[in-house]
């Protein structure tokens, strides 16, 4: 293939996400985020494996039970294991999350790069449109698409998708435009290269940090516009534990089971907490100006 | 001159006394851990223009920002003394200088980008109005009219228009004009220009050259002027210290400078100097100048000179009048003969 | 020095758009060059000096299609596409760390060059750019480097392999030295030289150092406003310049020479008008000394001889 | 300038008709509509009844018909009367924006005084406990999901034995009531706000203070104080305008939730109401007067820029 | 009166003493009946706003309930002490007396003579006419969406200003109880003419007028002077002021303000565990309970394959433990039937009930599932509506039960206007929703089991069950009526089984210590508002 980068930028990019984990690991706030992210994601990963109970058995028996050594998190009002529930509900959360912010990456960096790269009607006819995304808040956006669809997972993804996108797509095309302005693009041009080739090897990877960053903070985003409309009745439908709606639920019980709601708050709390430091900690390590 | 006197000359300046305003014995200035300046002697009186040169990262800006006392955060002097008028100022902090009367009443700073020294969102006037505040002038007639005054001195079109225009709305060559009476108008007696003119076109250049000249001629100035251009130093300056790698390596009057260089720096410096004449090669000087976190031991320039030995490598040469008169740094300034150009 | 050229500049204008109003009508245009016409001799140094503003970078960009032309046209030694240009003209701009990607590796950065115009893979594209490393007097080292790892000088050395590897024939030098130390410009312009001598090169040299270029150009063309306000041999046009504002061009450009005081250099009054707006007439007039009622109709115009070319201008007998 | 801004609101107004388009048409996918809902409760209903209720509501007609009929009526300024109460919308929704705006105005007033004065705080104090105190507090309250403060808060209250006062009650009618209500969800809503702007005030403030002309004002003796107001204060509130702005929006998405957790009758709730009685005119006009919002708060951020900088004035003007 | 079962659980025993309480707690307040008071403010919640105020518009429970403290019906239920929950004793309101010619064909309805509208403009206090009845049944037929409770009508006729008659096509033991539906509201001719919107304005015969009405707020209403009721002392009714009716949406909101004395008449769904919540920390509460007279239902549908087969609905209906779902989920209330259990004179008796749809028996069901084909079970959409979150619960609670069998219910949560459309369409292949209010048995079977009716989503089409649904109305012995409903009941459980019962939950209806005569009553209207007075 003749767009293939010569050999030792290809060579050299395993050891560039490396080396960005290596610098993430050198920073306290970005050593504490991995440390918190990698234990909530071994939580969701292992749930299996740390909790003997499945997240939609009843018992029965034991309903509204306060957290004790059986329950750590005590159960729900049908006697399930708010643990359990908790750790396969931020499973859910991450997977509605990490998909969310794979497709906004790809679609948004996408029309981000085009916009921002050709300029012109291109770029004027995607900006209406991102602009028309743009004018609701991007809750009821999401809301609105997730009542449309219905409440599952899949619609869920493309309702939050959907309402990141604008957002994605205005600064990505923004950096893109700066990256376009520079002279080593010019550079590029006077040597030959096609617009897509520019594009493909000087774009996206001078657009890899901000889309990075962007990437993690848009990752705690979609976790807590999951939750909520999950909490809103249209989000990841029942019987799977999500943890908005195990919050809708534990509404009922304000004041007499605040383990319901505490619990699965804390961990999207959490979850986000460390997204958001990574992406702290990204911005910091990718910072040209800190090299 | 026009403007009613600006600054009451004191009897010891009017009686062309020769003690200098301001002097810098030995100073080095530091960001945290790094030594950026060392041992920086410099000195200047009323009326004269001592200029500062060197390439970028020879610590240039950093001294005038220490004579000051606006090295940002984490910057202090580490050693040596700054005296202005007599008194030892290099360790004062902000506030005490305030209260002296250093910041704008007895020094004033032009910087080297107008476009950025110049705050945004404020009127020319009233930038102006914070320097002339200091020399007692309060009330909004009074501020108004020497406001006006300056803008007409320092030569701006329609000087009462422009104190309600905004930086943005000014050419580059009438923003530097602008900050040249912001910097006077608190009337000071040293004048500390860090690169004014880099910024701009050479035919504003000579325009504001010439005005900056004019004024510190009138007004009885000191003269601080920071360049990288031996053509400004030439045009503009009375003495010289030439710097490299965080020290001053030689100084003097600037005629014997250019005409008769004695430092290996700045022979060199002068004759990488494109001459304009057609198809003449350029003595180029190998390599670059070393980071302040990477310098060299011995003599800070031994690894580009073409005179090093073994020894330059080891002893570091002090700052010292050589034997025909002339300060400067280099253990064979004593071989260095004369090289007139 | 052939006598067929290798570029042609006829009446060449580069215009932007304004936009004003409620719908953003195009209401106007900047003319950033008007009307330039020059040749490229080939193996010369055509020098375009002017302050800033002047058009003299758009006009470089425009030899070089980065800038589309409202007028006239550009003859590129028959290169047609920009694949084709790619291989004659190349350039070297004055940021050296901004016109190098900061991701790629300097031997990937010379190397782009080879791989997009398919001349060299494999073991045979690595030692091209070892050649070209040398070339520009670069360690081999520099080769697994990136940009920012150099320093400024060495920057710009690694931008000019990379134009070099085209094997142009034009480079087209923006302010290539204007960033730098003088002890580095130094360097850099003595490698320019050397490599023209080496390879035949036409540099078309954008600066408006006025030493430099007297040191460096065959010929200058002056630029004011957009226009071309004397073209000539450097020797002629530096040492007598017959326009007024190529005069004063030179008499503000300071020299190292003590008895030069700034006190004895003319100076021209006012700033460069907006070129939204520019005056009518010569277009130097609003600040020309010598500037007369009639200047506000003359028409623009070169005037002279194939050596000396000079705008129209009444203080010459133009009328 | 203001012709920018119009422009950028005309622009926003033409956006927000092409989102009417789509939505018409969207929600009338959604399976169910107002007659299902208004005869749920019946038993004796007949198909014919429900046949003719539909052609009373005109619901029978093409869509597009529709849609006709009803952007006739916007461009008049009638958004037409909801099909669930037979109310004029636009009655409900004076009705219901009031306290939408109540609280996200007040959040956005809490928020900004909170997460300026605690950036301009830490901006000063860089470097000791207090600064990284703040910084880990906005770190925090930025990941905390205003749905969760909204529980905990209302949790919190319950806890210690007070009760807000409920249902709602407007401003003009009860005004003690209505503070009591508002108060504690537009404090809930605000700590995401204060965190965001408390980070960027800070930041700003630090990029500010490194500017040349802070370094200038210095240089003639300006007073730290002035140098803080004047000078940086004044610069660094435009990126906190521009982010202000777009927070303006994510309180709009938290009113969503805190009015659904508080039982304010605001216009999430109409919104939801609506959409669960298939009251189409009410939802268009719902979801537009989100979308108005918007535009209205870019069209006072765009101005409010100008009013801090000149440059953008100008460049606009 | 409330039936109860033998709860096997613990919460089970500890609804029972709650219940105790409860019962202990009424003779209580009936003894300290000392003379009621006139004057006070009532407060009563409810979970929604009423969209408008035309009764002929919606079946909303939100319109109706409010409706019925300013408007009257011709006949009415009667309440009392000897009148069980769900029993219909035809009362006269409007109607002073009735007789019903022999054939059953032909009703006379002799007006009371002192009735005045409430002075509420264009009205104005103008006397009651049996004008106004006309033109209330008239419009109705036309459009109203009460139109079916009328269909057994012929004519509406008036031959003098307190006399109406009405002439049936065929005899319809119904319809004396159609008129006293929660949805039959007479209104004034003005209402039907143009002189006001119904929309907006409320001008009844009631014991209140409706004064103002603000969205999320409150609807208020003031006593009406010119009522025409009295109580047994022949005392002027209403005691009260005024009432307000507050909407909230949110439980918990509601039980805040409930617990913050904000509310003083619990309406609503409520929990047994946040019920004891309350009772803990508000004092002297009164604790009534009832049996809601709607119930939770799950249509099978037999276009889906293995619905086909009756012995895969038996099936399903063997594996849900529909006493303990109910125990845990809501916290009592009764089993369901093919006529709810509110119905306490037309359901089957409790333990024919319990028999059919609460002994659950996953080893036969195994077995059916078993002869029907489906060893290994199956997986069916299980299409939910949600109607709150104890729905939610029901549904997971089934789905556990079914997995028990081999049955694999995937849940498909949708709102309430998508589920009914799925319904009406038969788009579905398992449909969880909850039953309206109906308050009378032919009104259950009318709708699910005849061909083309608009609960009939299973399709059912079995002429000798229509046959005997259409029996029942001509049968006057309420005995032999009760025996035929029985039997059709009975034969729905054996031969048609589309239609589930699930749940019909225990209703709670707390009210704070300062409320005296508050009675709940299963039709809509707050019917015993009236005589509700309040002791400060």
Same mark, same amino acid.
């Given at each position: 293939?003749?767009?293939?980068?010569?050999?030792?930028?290809?060579?050299?990019?395993?050891?560039?996400?490396?080396?960005i984990?290596?610098?993430?690991?050198?920073?306290?706030i970005?050593?504490?985020?991995?440390?918190?992210?990698?234990?909530?994601?071994?939580?969701?990963?292992l749930?299996?494996?740390?909790?003997?109970y499945?997240?939609?058995?009843?018992?029965?028996?034991a309903?509204?039970?306060?957290?004790?050594?059986?329950?750590?998190?005590?159960?729900?009002?049908?006697?399930?294991?708010?643990?359990?529930?908790?750790?396969?509900?931020?499973?859910?959360?991450?997977?509605?999350?990490?998909?969310?912010?794979?497709?906004?990456?790809?679609?948004?960096g996408?029309?981000?790069?085009?916009?921002?790269?050709?300029?012109?009607?291109?770029?004027?006819?995607i900006q209406?449109?991102?602009?028309?995304l743009?004018?609701?808040?991007?809750?009821?956006?999401?809301?609105?698409?997730?009542?449309?669809?219905?409440?599952?997972?899949?619609?869920?993804?493309?309702?939050v998708?959907?309402?990141?996108?604008?957002?994605?797509?205005?600064?990505?095309?923004?950096?893109?435009?700066?990256?376009?302005?520079?002279?080593?693009?010019?550079?590029?041009?006077?040597?030959?290269?096609?617009?897509?080739?520019?594009?493909?090897?000087?774009?996206?990877?001078?657009?890899?940090?901000?889309?990075?960053?962007?990437?993690?903070?848009?990752?705690?985003i979609?976790?807590?516009?999951?939750?909520?409309?999950?909490?809103?009745?249209?989000?990841?439908?029942?019987?799977?534990?999500?943890?908005?709606?195990?919050?809708?639920?534990?509404?009922r019980?304000?004041?007499?089971?605040?383990?319901?709601?505490?619990?699965?708050?804390l961990?999207?709390?959490?979850?986000?907490?460390?997204?958001?430091?990574?992406?702290?900690?990204?911005?910091?390590?990718?910072?040209?100006r800190?090299? | 001159?026009?403007?009613?006197?600006?600054?009451?000359?004191?009897?010891?300046?009017?009686?062309?006394?020769?003690?200098?305003?301001?002097?810098?014995?030995?100073?080095?200035?530091?960001?945290?851990?790094?030594?950026?300046?060392?041992?920086?002697?410099?000195?200047?009186?009323?009326?004269?223009?001592?200029?500062?040169?060197?390439e970028?990262?020879?610590?240039?800006?950093?001294?005038?920002?220490?004579?000051?006392?606006?090295?940002?955060?984490?910057?202090?002097?580490?050693?040596?003394?700054?005296?202005?008028?007599?008194?030892?100022?290099?360790?004062?902090?902000?506030?005490?200088?305030?209260?002296?009367?250093?910041?704008?009443?007895?020094?004033?700073?032009?910087?080297?980008?107008?476009?950025?020294?110049?705050?945004?969102?404020?009127?020319?006037?009233?930038?102006?109005?914070?320097?002339?505040?200091?020399?007692?002038?309060?009330?909004?007639?009074?501020?108004?009219?020497? +406001?006006?005054?300056?803008?007409?001195?320092?030569?701006?079109?329609d000087?009462?228009?422009?104190?309600?225009?905004?930086?943005?709305?000014?050419?580059?060559?009438?923003?530097?004009?602008?900050?040249?009476?912001?910097?006077?108008?608190?009337?000071?007696?040293?004048l500390?220009?860090?690169?004014?003119?880099?910024?701009?076109?050479?035919?504003?250049?000579?325009q504001?050259?010439?005005?900056?000249?004019?004024?510190?001629?009138?007004?009885?100035?000191?003269?601080?002027?920071?360049t990288?251009?031996?053509?400004?130093?030439?045009?503009?300056?009375?003495?010289?210290?030439?710097?490299?790698?965080?020290q001053?390596?030689?100084?003097?009057?600037?005629?014997?400078?250019?005409?008769?260089?004695?430092?290996?720096?700045?022979?060199?410096?002068?004759?990488?100097i494109?001459?304009?004449?057609?198809?003449?090669?350029?003595?180029?000087?190998?390599?670059?100048?070393?980071s302040?976190?990477?310098?060299?031991?011995?003599?800070?320039?031994?690894?580009?000179?073409?005179?090093?030995?073994?020894?330059?490598?080891?002893?570091?040469?002090a700052?010292?009048?050589?034997?025909?008169?002339?300060l400067?740094?280099?253990?064979?300034?004593?071989?260095?003969?004369?090289?007139?150009? | 020095?052939?006598a067929?050229?290798?570029?042609?500049?006829?009446?060449?204008?580069?215009?932007?758009?304004?936009?004003?109003?409620?719908?953003?009508?195009?209401?106007?245009?900047?003319?950033?060059?008007?009307?330039?016409?020059?040749?490229?001799?080939?193996?010369?140094?055509?020098?375009?000096?002017?302050?800033?503003?002047?058009?003299?970078s758009?006009?470089?960009?425009?030899i070089?299609?980065?800038?589309?032309?409202?007028?006239?046209?550009?003859?590129?030694?028959?290169?047609?596409?920009?694949?084709?240009l790619?291989?004659?003209?190349?350039?070297?701009?004055?940021?050296?760390?901004?016109?190098?990607?900061?991701?790629?590796?300097?031997?990937?950065?010379?190397?782009?060059?080879?791989?997009?115009?398919?001349?060299?893979?494999?073991?045979?594209?690595?030692?091209?750019?070892?050649?070209?490393?040398?070339?520009?007097?670069?360690?081999?080292?520099?080769?697994?480097?990136?940009?920012?790892?150099?320093?400024?000088?060495?920057?710009?050395?690694?931008?000019?392999?990379?134009?070099?590897?085209?094997?142009?024939e034009?480079?087209?030098?923006?302010?290539?030295?204007?960033?730098?130390?003088?002890?580095?410009?130094?360097?850099?312009?003595?490698?320019?030289?050397?490599?023209?001598?080496?390879?035949?090169?036409?540099?078309?040299?954008?600066?408006?150092?006025?030493?430099?270029?007297?040191?460096?150009?065959?010929?200058?063309?002056?630029?004011?406003?957009?226009?071309?306000?004397?073209?000539?041999?450097?020797?002629?046009?530096?040492?007598?310049?017959?326009h007024?504002?190529?005069?004063?061009?030179?008499?503000?450009?300071?020299?190292?020479?003590?008895?030069?005081?700034?006190?004895?250099?003319?100076?021209?009054t006012?700033?460069?008008?907006?070129?939204r707006?520019?005056?009518?007439?010569?277009?130097?007039?609003?600040?020309?000394?010598?500037?007369?009622?009639?200047?506000?109709?003359?028409?623009?115009?070169?005037?002279?001889?194939?050596?000396?070319?000079?705008?129209?201008?009444?203080?010459?007998?133009?009328? | 300038?203001?012709?920018?801004?119009?422009?950028?609101?005309?622009?926003?107004?033409?956006?927000?008709?092409?989102?009417?388009?789509?939505?018409?048409?969207a929600?009338?996918?959604?399976?169910?509509?107002?007659?299902?809902?208004?005869?749920?409760?019946?038993?004796a209903?007949?198909?014919?009844?429900?046949a003719?209720?539909?052609?009373?509501?005109?619901?029978?007609?093409?869509?597009?018909?529709?849609?006709?009929?009803?952007?006739?009526?916007?461009?008049?300024?009638?958004?037409?009367n909801?099909?669930?109460?037979?109310?004029?919308?636009?009655?409900?929704?004076?009705?219901?924006?009031?306290?939408?705006?109540?609280?996200?105005?007040?959040?956005?007033?809490?928020?900004?005084?909170? +997460?300026?004065?605690?950036?301009?705080?830490?901006?000063?104090?860089?470097?000791?406990?207090?600064?990284?105190?703040?910084?880990?507090?906005?770190?925090?309250?930025?990941?905390?999901?205003?749905?969760?403060?909204?529980?905990?808060?209302?949790?919190?209250?319950?806890?210690?034995?007070?009760?807000?006062?409920?249902?709602?009650?407007?401003?003009?009618?009860?005004?003690?009531?209505?503070?009591?209500?508002?108060?504690?969800?537009?404090?809930?809503?605000s700590?995401?706000?204060?965190?965001?702007?408390?980070?960027?005030?800070?930041?700003?403030?630090?990029?500010?203070?490194?500017?040349?002309?802070?370094?200038?004002?210095?240089?003639?003796?300006?007073?730290?104080?002035?140098?803080?107001?004047?000078?940086?204060?004044?610069?660094?509130?435009?990126?906190?305008?521009?982010?202000?702005?777009?927070?303006?929006?994510?309180?709009?998405?938290?009113?969503?939730?805190?009015?659904?957790?508080?039982?304010?009758?605001?216009?999430?709730?109409?919104?939801?109401?609506?959409?669960?009685?298939?009251?189409?005119?009410?939802?268009?006009?719902?979801?537009?007067?989100?979308?108005?919002?918007?535009?209205?708060v870019?069209?006072?951020?765009?101005?409010?820029?100008?009013?801090?900088?000149?440059?953008?004035?100008?460049?606009?003007? | 009166?409330?039936?109860?079962?033998?709860?096997?659980?613990?919460?089970?025993?500890?609804?029972?003493?709650?219940?105790?309480?409860?019962?202990?707690?009424?003779?209580?307040a009936?003894?300290?009946?000392?003379?009621?008071?006139?004057?006070?403010?009532?407060?009563?919640?409810?979970?929604?706003?009423?969209?408008?105020?035309?009764?002929?518009?919606?079946?909303e429970?939100?319109?109706?309930?409010?409706?019925g403290?300013?408007?009257?019906?011709l006949?009415?239920?009667?309440?009392?002490?000897?009148?069980?929950?769900?029993?219909?004793?035809?009362?006269?309101?409007?109607?002073?007396?009735?007789?019903?010619?022999?054939?059953?064909?032909?009703?006379?309805?002799?007006?009371?003579?002192?009735?005045?509208?409430?002075?509420?403009?264009p009205?104005?206090?103008?006397?009651?006419?049996?004008?106004?009845v006309?033109?209330?049944?008239?419009?109705?037929?036309?459009?109203?969406?009460?139109g079916g409770?009328?269909?057994?009508?012929?004519?509406?006729?008036?031959?003098?200003?307190?006399?109406?008659?009405?002439?049936?096509?065929?005899?319809?033991?119904?319809?004396?109880?159609?008129?006293?539906?929660?949805?039959?509201?007479?209104?004034?001719?003005?209402?039907?003419?143009?002189?006001?919107?119904?929309?907006?304005?409320?001008?009844?015969?009631?014991?209140?007028?409706?004064?103002?009405?603000?969205?999320?707020?409150?609807?208020?209403?003031?006593?009406?002077?010119?009522?025409?009721?009295?109580?047994?002392?022949?005392n002027?009714?209403?005691?009260?002021?005024?009432?307000?009716?507050?909407?909230?949406?949110?439980?918990?909101?509601?039980?805040?303000?409930?617990?913050?004395?904000?509310i003083?008449?619990?309406?609503?769904?409520?929990?047994?565990?946040?019920?004891?919540?309350?009772?803990?920390?508000?004092?002297?509460?009164?604790?009534?309970?009832?049996?809601?007279?709607?119930?939770?239902?799950?249509?099978?549908?037999?276009?889906?394959?293995?619905?086909?087969?009756?012995?895969?609905?038996?099936?399903?209906?063997?594996?849900i433990?529909?006493?303990?779902?109910?125990?845990?989920?809501?916290?009592?209330?009764?089993?369901?039937g093919?006529?709810?259990?509110?119905?306490?004179?037309?359901?089957?008796?409790?333990?024919?009930?319990?028999?059919?749809?609460?002994?659950?028996?996953?080893?036969?069901?195994?077995e059916?599932?078993?002869?029907?084909?489906?060893?290994?079970?199956?997986?069916?959409?299980?299409?939910?509506?949600?109607?709150?979150?104890?729905?939610?619960?029901?549904?997971?609670?089934?789905?556990?039960d079914?997995?028990?069998?081999g049955?694999?219910?995937?849940?498909?949560?949708?709102?309430?206007?998508?589920?009914?459309?799925?319904?009406? %369409?038969?788009?579905?292949?398992?449909?969880?929703?909850?039953?309206?209010p109906?308050? %009378?048995a032919?009104?259950?079977?009318?709708?699910?089991?005849?061909?083309?009716?608009?609960?009939?989503?299973?399709?059912?089409?079995?002429?000798?069950?229509?046959?005997?649904?259409?029996?029942?109305?001509?049968?006057?012995?309420?005995?032999?009526?009760?025996?035929?409903?029985?039997d059709?009941?009975?034969?729905?459980? %054996?031969n048609?089984?589309?239609?589930?019962?699930?749940?019909?939950?225990?209703?709670?209806?707390?009210?704070?210590?300062?409320?005296?005569?508050?009675?709940?009553m299963?039709?809509?209207?707050?019917?015993?508002?009236?005589?509700?007075?309040?002791?400060?």
């Amino acid at each position: 293939m003749t767009l293939a980068p010569s050999p030792d930028v290809v060579e050299r990019r395993p050891n560039r996400f490396l080396g960005i984990l290596r610098a993430l690991l050198r920073e306290p706030i970005g050593c504490t985020a991995l440390v918190i992210l990698t234990t909530v994601l071994l939580l969701a990963l292992l749930a299996p494996l740390i909790t003997q109970y499945d997240p939609l058995f009843q018992d029965r028996r034991a309903v509204l039970k306060a957290p004790s050594l059986a329950h750590w998190f005590g159960t729900d009002d049908i006697g399930r294991d708010v643990f359990s529930r908790v750790l396969y509900g931020t499973r859910i959360s991450l997977l509605v999350g990490l998909l969310v912010v794979t497709f906004t990456m790809i679609i948004g960096g996408m029309i981000g790069l085009i916009s921002g790269y050709f300029g012109g009607w291109t770029d004027m006819i995607i900006q209406r449109i991102v602009e028309a995304l743009d004018t609701l808040p991007s809750l009821v956006l999401s809301l609105f698409i997730a009542a449309m669809l219905g409440p599952s997972v899949r619609n869920v993804v493309i309702a939050v998708t959907l309402a990141q996108i604008p957002r994605f797509v205005r600064v990505v095309r923004s950096e893109m435009i700066k990256v376009r302005a520079q002279d080593f693009i010019a550079a590029s041009r006077v040597i030959g290269a096609s617009s897509l080739r520019i594009m493909l090897t000087h774009g996206v990877p001078n657009l890899i940090p901000t889309m990075l960053v962007m990437g993690s903070l848009s990752f705690g985003i979609a976790i807590m516009t999951e939750a909520a409309l999950s909490f809103l009745g249209v989000g990841t439908p029942p019987p799977n534990p999500s943890l908005g709606t195990m919050l809708a639920q534990g509404t009922r019980f304000i004041g007499i089971a605040s383990w319901l709601i505490v619990f699965p708050g804390l961990m999207l709390t959490i979850s986000v907490l460390a997204l958001n430091l990574i992406g702290d900690a990204l911005r910091d390590v990718l910072d040209p100006r800190r090299r | 001159m026009s403007l009613a006197p600006v600054n009451t000359l004191s009897p010891a300046a009017q009686a062309g006394d020769d003690a200098p305003l301001l002097s810098v014995d030995g100073m080095a200035v530091r960001y945290g851990a790094l030594e950026v300046c060392s041992d920086i002697s410099l000195s200047v009186q009323r009326g004269r223009a001592l200029a500062l040169i060197g390439e970028s990262g020879s610590g240039k800006s950093v001294t005038v920002l220490a004579i000051t006392g606006l090295l940002g955060a984490g910057g202090a002097i580490d050693r040596g003394t700054v005296t202005l008028e007599g008194a030892e100022i290099s360790r004062l902090s902000e506030k005490e200088r305030r209260r002296r009367g250093l910041m704008g009443r007895k020094i004033g700073m032009i910087f080297q980008n107008p476009s950025r020294a110049l705050d945004p969102v404020h009127t020319i006037g009233q930038q102006l109005n914070e320097s002339l505040s200091l020399t007692g002038l309060t009330s909004r007639e009074a501020l108004r009219a020497k +406001g006006t005054e300056w803008l007409r001195h320092v030569g701006l079109p329609d000087p009462e228009e422009a104190l309600d225009r905004y930086p943005h709305q000014l050419s580059g060559g009438q923003r530097q004009r602008a900050m040249i009476a912001i910097a006077l108008a608190s009337e000071p007696e040293l004048l500390i220009a860090d690169e004014p003119t880099t910024a701009l076109d050479v035919t504003i250049q000579a325009q504001v050259l010439t005005l900056i000249r004019r004024l510190q001629r009138e007004l009885n100035l000191a003269l601080v002027l920071v360049t990288h251009d031996f053509g400004v130093v030439a045009a503009m300056a009375d003495d010289v210290a030439v710097m490299y790698a965080g020290q001053v390596v030689e100084s003097g009057p600037v005629a014997q400078i250019i005409r008769d260089p004695r430092h290996p720096y700045t022979r060199a410096l002068l004759s990488s100097i494109p001459t304009g004449l057609p198809g003449a090669r350029i003595e180029a000087l190998p390599g670059s100048v070393p980071s302040a976190a990477a310098m060299p031991t011995g003599c800070r320039f031994h690894p580009r000179c073409p005179l090093a030995d073994a020894g330059c490598a080891q002893t570091e040469p002090a700052f010292q009048t050589a034997s025909y008169g002339r300060l400067l740094r280099c253990l064979k300034a004593e071989e260095m003969t004369a090289h007139v150009r | 020095m052939s006598a067929d050229p290798l570029f042609s500049l006829r009446n060449v204008s580069v215009r932007y758009p304004i936009r004003s109003g409620f719908f953003q009508r195009v209401t106007g245009h900047v003319g950033a060059v008007e009307d330039a016409s020059f040749e490229l001799k080939r193996g010369e140094t055509l020098a375009l000096v002017g302050e800033s503003g002047c058009g003299k970078s758009t006009l470089g960009r425009a030899i070089l299609r980065l800038e589309p032309i409202a007028g006239g046209s550009i003859d590129a030694d028959g290169a047609k596409d920009r694949k084709a240009l790619a291989r004659k003209a190349q350039v070297v701009f004055q940021d050296p760390l901004g016109s190098l990607d900061p991701r790629w590796t300097v031997g990937s950065l010379i190397a782009e060059g080879l791989v997009v115009h398919g001349i060299a893979r494999g073991a045979e594209r690595d030692k091209q750019v070892h050649a070209l490393l040398a070339q520009v007097e670069l360690p081999p080292s520099t080769f697994h480097k990136f940009p920012h790892q150099l320093s400024g000088g060495q920057q710009q050395r690694v931008a000019i392999a990379r134009a070099l590897a085209m094997r142009p024939e034009l480079i087209v030098l923006d302010e290539a030295t204007s960033a730098l130390d003088v002890s580095v410009q130094a360097q850099i312009l003595n490698l320019l030289v050397d490599l023209q001598r080496d390879y035949g090169l036409t540099y078309l040299f954008i600066s408006h150092d006025l030493t430099v270029v007297g040191q460096f150009a065959d010929r200058v063309a002056v630029m004011y406003l957009g226009r071309i306000m004397e073209l000539g041999s450097a020797a002629d046009v530096l040492t007598a310049p017959q326009h007024p504002y190529t005069r004063a061009l030179l008499a503000s450009s300071l020299k190292v020479d003590p008895d030069a005081r700034i006190e004895d250099v003319p100076l021209l009054t006012g700033d460069v008008p907006s070129p939204r707006n520019p005056p009518s007439g010569c277009r130097f007039r609003s600040r020309c000394p010598l500037a007369t009622a009639p200047c506000a109709t003359l028409t623009h115009r070169m005037t002279g001889s194939a050596s000396r070319e000079v705008a129209a201008c009444i203080a010459n007998g133009d009328t | 300038m203001l012709t920018f801004a119009l422009r950028r609101a005309v622009l926003g107004v033409i956006v927000l008709m092409a989102v009417s388009v789509m939505l018409f048409v969207a929600i009338r996918f959604v399976p169910g509509d107002i007659v299902n809902q208004q005869l749920s409760e019946a038993g004796a209903v007949t198909p014919e009844l429900l046949a003719q209720k539909r052609a009373e509501m005109g619901l029978d007609q093409p869509v597009l018909t529709q849609f006709a009929h009803w952007a006739a009526g916007v461009l008049h300024g009638d958004l037409g009367n909801s099909l669930w109460t037979g109310r004029p919308v636009s009655d409900q929704i004076r009705t219901a924006i009031v306290p939408t705006l109540q609280l996200s105005i007040l959040a956005i007033a809490f928020g900004s005084v909170l +997460g300026i004065g605690a950036g301009v705080a830490a901006s000063l104090w860089i470097g000791t406990p207090g600064d990284v105190a703040l910084r880990m507090a906005s770190t925090v309250f930025l990941a905390v999901p205003q749905l969760w403060l909204g529980l905990l808060t209302l949790s919190g209250l319950a806890a210690i034995g007070y009760y807000i006062p409920l249902p709602y009650r407007p401003f003009t009618t009860e005004p003690w009531a209505n503070v009591q209500q508002v108060i504690f969800p537009a404090l809930a809503l605000s700590l995401g706000v204060a965190a965001a702007l408390s980070r960027l005030t800070r930041s700003a403030m630090l990029e500010v203070t490194g500017a040349d002309f802070i370094r200038a004002a210095r240089a003639r003796g300006v007073t730290p104080g002035g140098i803080y107001v004047r000078h940086g204060l004044k610069n660094a509130l435009i990126p906190v305008i521009t982010l202000l702005g777009t927070q303006f929006g994510n309180l709009l998405s938290g009113t969503v939730i805190i009015e659904r957790i508080f039982n304010i009758p605001g216009l999430g709730n109409l919104l939801f109401e609506s959409v669960d009685n298939r009251d189409y005119p009410t939802i268009q006009a719902a979801v537009l007067t989100y979308g108005f919002i918007t535009i209205v708060v870019n069209l006072l951020v765009d101005l409010s820029y100008g009013a801090v900088d000149p440059r953008i004035r100008e460049a606009r003007s | 009166m409330t039936r109860h079962f033998t709860p096997p659980t613990r919460a089970a025993r500890f609804a029972r003493s709650l219940l105790a309480g409860a019962l202990l707690a009424l003779p209580l307040a009936a003894t300290a009946q000392e003379t009621p008071q006139y004057g006070g403010l009532v407060r009563i919640n409810v979970h929604a706003d009423a969209p408008n105020f035309d009764p002929l518009a919606s079946t909303e429970f939100a319109v109706h309930s409010r409706l019925g403290l300013a408007l009257s019906q011709l006949v009415a239920w009667g309440t009392g002490p000897d009148i069980a929950y769900g029993e219909f004793v035809p009362t006269p309101s409007l109607a002073e007396s009735w007789e019903i010619s022999d054939d059953g064909l032909t009703y006379t309805f002799h007006l009371r003579h002192d009735v005045v509208w409430q002075d509420v403009a264009p009205v104005s206090g103008r006397g009651f006419t049996s004008a106004d009845v006309v033109a209330t049944y008239e419009a109705m037929r036309a459009g109203g969406v009460q139109g079916g409770l009328l269909s057994a009508v012929d004519t509406i006729t008036a031959p003098d200003d307190y006399t109406v008659v009405l002439t049936l096509s065929s005899p319809n033991v119904v319809l004396l109880q159609n008129l006293a539906h929660q949805n039959m509201w007479i209104l004034p001719t003005e209402a039907f003419d143009g002189g006001y919107d119904r929309n907006t304005t409320v001008i009844g015969t009631g014991p209140f007028i409706l004064t103002g009405d603000e969205a999320g707020v409150a609807t208020t209403y003031v006593r009406n002077p010119t009522y025409f009721g009295h109580d047994a002392a022949g005392n002027q009714l209403p005691y009260l002021d005024a009432v307000e009716i507050t909407p909230i949406r949110d439980l918990n909101a509601r039980i805040i303000a409930f617990r913050s004395g904000q509310i003083d008449i619990w309406f609503g769904p409520l929990n047994l565990t946040q019920m004891a919540q309350i009772q803990a920390q508000v004092p002297g509460l009164q604790d009534i309970q009832t049996i809601s007279n709607t119930q939770t239902e799950m249509y099978l549908n037999p276009a889906f394959e293995p619905f086909s087969d009756i012995r895969v609905r038996q099936a399903i209906n063997m594996a849900i433990d529909r006493m303990a779902m109910g125990e845990v989920i809501r916290g009592g209330g009764a089993v369901g039937g093919v006529v709810g259990p509110a119905l306490s004179t037309q359901t089957l008796p409790d333990d024919e009930r319990i028999a059919l749809y609460g002994t659950p028996n996953p080893e036969r069901a195994r077995e059916l599932l078993a002869e029907a084909g489906y060893p290994d079970g199956f997986t069916f959409q299980f299409t939910l509506l949600n109607y709150g979150e104890e729905m939610v619960r029901e549904g997971e609670w089934i789905q556990q039960d079914l997995a028990d069998i081999g049955i694999t219910a995937e849940i498909n949560i949708v709102d309430r206007a998508a589920g009914m459309a799925l319904g009406r %369409e038969g788009n579905f292949e398992a449909l969880y929703m909850v039953m309206s209010p109906f308050a %009378e048995a032919d009104e259950y079977l009318s709708t699910h089991y005849i061909p083309g009716a608009i609960r009939n989503y299973a399709g059912v089409d079995d002429p000798e069950l229509t046959a005997m649904i259409e029996e029942q109305r001509t049968i006057g012995d309420p005995a032999a009526r009760q025996a035929m409903l029985w039997d059709i009941q009975r034969y729905i459980a %054996e031969n048609v089984q589309t239609t589930l019962p699930g749940w019909a939950s225990l209703l709670l209806h707390p009210a704070h210590a300062r409320v005296h005569g508050w009675h709940p009553m299963m039709t809509q209207g707050f019917p015993s508002l009236r005589e509700v007075w309040v002791s400060e």
